[in-house]
């Protein structure tokens, strides 16, 4: 990010929190200000040096910012997306980092000023803990941040969208909010659903005898239900098709185990560990960067 | 363990290395041998200090073990446990590390000898990696071990399998061997065939997209596709069963998706959530003892 500006991040939570300490760190920002709804956070994430300064009120968070980013949940990003356009200087960027991106942006473009202002964004990064405390301002080192803009989307304010989220240490990609939700389903939801699933099957009185497979298979399902809810709602005809994939997965594997299929197990256990190398392939090139 | 012992370990990867580094690391045993078809493996496992001496030889190497420990594959356990007890000195425990049971107890009960000279043992440890120089000598600390005594097991035999396995650091426990086999379908063989379905299910180009949610799900997709294949098959039965109580959730899930039911949603991962937690703490437990 070439220019020093302020910028409003809106829900200092382990996202926004973790933004702020990012942009604090490297220097980029003039000022940073938080806002929420519970001082008592803001108070922390102040603490935590995540922000310089902090506001429960939306307008007054955003009334002198180059930059608002939205880190709310996906519920409420929208309406707080159309309430900082409101309310930011008339250039400012107003950017998210929702996980879904088609109900979004649809609600914000529906709004005159909040649609020239917004560029809907992703960064693919988290935890399943909440919190500014769990922040990190290394979160997003060499992690795809999706930008979603539309024709409706000016040319400045993405070019401004990508400086910031590179600002921040992201490989920003762009896509078409649909193309966006359909591909997270597959890559974020349908694991954080799997997790749940798994973590729900498993008797309590079975855990001492469980391990690594389940600890790691399960880790996800420790985030938050009300976030999570929300988020599988929002994109419930992507998860779904998801969902069917994955079961005709299940399926061939039941019909396998049925039949005493013992080749056929190694072959798709080969599959799915090739799989499985590619994206640790990915994560070696990141490393390497 | 009290007495200063010989063992033998007959197969020596991730985890007959393991338990070889183990027992030197705790002095417990006068001299470990290594047996195995691969020389070159073992020369490797002698030099990472996971055995004293080596034999391509089953016979020669248990001929003055006071323990043999069978590490093969579950394919093999069965007939190199019988092999062993046909060729150790009379009095020697014969146990070993098979992650299924019911089968491989059923097989070694038929021939008298072994019978005599056998005890069961899953130690509940391992990794998605394979050899001996990924062994730990503390892989066991802490760790469950279910020993799957039956009427036919004698008990002085039990009771030596009992030292064997604490003397490397595990948490015995028994059961019998079908009760092992249907409570590890859920801990363990369906938390690792469902990471392999999630593993094919996500398309390589969506790839770049996937973080931490996939990372986890998938990890012990990497394991090995023949060891797994032939574990899956061995206990088929209580994994369809397992199965069969995932696909409830999910089809549950799916139902609360096409309703858009949020608050079901909500519910459902709270209590997911919860049973994950039960976990936690017992690994919390785990780690203070």
């Given at each position: 990010?070439?220019?020093?500006?302020n910028?409003a991040?809106?829900?200092?939570?382990?996202?926004?929190?973790?933004i702020?300490?990012?942009?604090?760190?490297?220097?980029?920002s003039?000022?940073?200000?938080?806002?929420?709804?519970d001082?008592?956070?803001?108070?922390?994430?102040?603490?935590?040096?995540?922000?310089d300064?902090?506001?429960?009120?939306?307008?007054?968070?955003?009334?002198?910012?180059?930059v608002?980013?939205?880190?709310?949940p996906?519920?409420?990003?929208?309406?707080?997306?159309?309430?900082?356009?409101?309310?930011?200087p008339?250039?400012?960027?107003?950017?998210?980092?929702?996980?879904?991106?088609?109900?979004?942006?649809?609600a914000?473009?529906?709004?005159?000023?909040?649609?020239?202002?917004?560029?809907?964004?992703?960064?693919?990064?988290?935890?399943?803990?909440?919190?500014?405390?769990?922040?990190?301002?290394?979160?997003f080192?060499?992690?795809a941040?999706?930008l979603?803009?539309?024709?409706?989307?000016?040319?400045?304010?993405?070019?401004?969208?990508?400086?910031?989220?590179?600002?921040?240490?992201?490989?920003?990609t762009?896509?078409?909010?649909?193309?966006?939700?359909?591909?997270?389903?597959?890559?974020?939801?349908?694991?954080?659903?799997?997790?749940?699933?798994?973590a729900?099957?498993?008797?309590?009185?079975?855990?001492?005898?469980?391990?690594g497979?389940?600890?790691d298979?399960t880790?996800?399902?420790?985030?938050?239900?009300?976030l999570?809810?929300?988020?599988?709602?929002?994109?419930?005809?992507?998860?779904?098709?998801a969902?069917?994939q994955?079961?005709r997965?299940?399926?061939?594997l039941?019909?396998?185990?049925?039949?005493?299929?013992?080749?056929w197990?190694?072959?798709?256990?080969?599959?799915?560990?090739s799989?499985?190398?590619?994206?640790?392939?990915?994560?070696?090139?990141?490393?390497?960067?």
């Open positions: 990010m070439e220019r020093a500006e910028v991040i809106v829900g200092v939570g382990l996202i926004g929190g973790s702020g300490l990012a942009l604090r760190a490297c220097g980029a003039r000022r940073v200000v938080g806002v929420g709804r001082a008592g956070r803001l108070d922390e994430a102040r603490r935590l040096g995540a922000i300064a902090a506001s429960t009120s939306l307008a007054d968070g955003v009334a002198g910012a180059d608002v980013v939205v880190c709310t996906v519920s409420r990003i929208a309406a707080d997306v159309r309430q900082a356009a409101a309310a930011a008339a250039g400012a960027l107003v950017t998210d980092a929702g996980s879904t991106k088609r109900g979004i942006v649809a914000v473009e529906a709004d005159d000023r909040a649609r020239r202002a917004f560029v809907g964004a992703h960064p693919i990064a988290g935890s399943e803990r909440r919190g500014a405390a769990y922040g990190r301002a290394d979160l080192e060499g992690r941040c999706v979603t803009p539309t024709d409706q989307t000016p040319d400045d304010r993405l070019e401004h969208a990508r400086d910031f989220w590179e600002g921040i240490g992201c490989r920003v762009t896509m078409s909010p649909s193309a966006h939700d359909d591909a997270l389903a597959l890559t974020s939801h349908l694991p954080h659903a799997v997790a749940a699933a798994l729900a099957t498993v008797p309590a009185d079975r855990l001492p005898l469980a391990a497979a389940y600890r298979g880790r996800v399902a420790g985030a938050d239900p009300g999570w809810a929300a988020i599988l709602a929002a994109n419930r005809g992507p998860l779904l098709e969902l069917a994955l079961d997965q299940l399926a061939a039941r019909a396998a185990l049925e039949d005493g299929d013992e080749p197990l190694r072959d798709w256990w080969a599959a799915a560990r799989r499985r190398r590619l994206y640790d392939g990915l994560e070696a090139l990141d490393d390497a960067d």
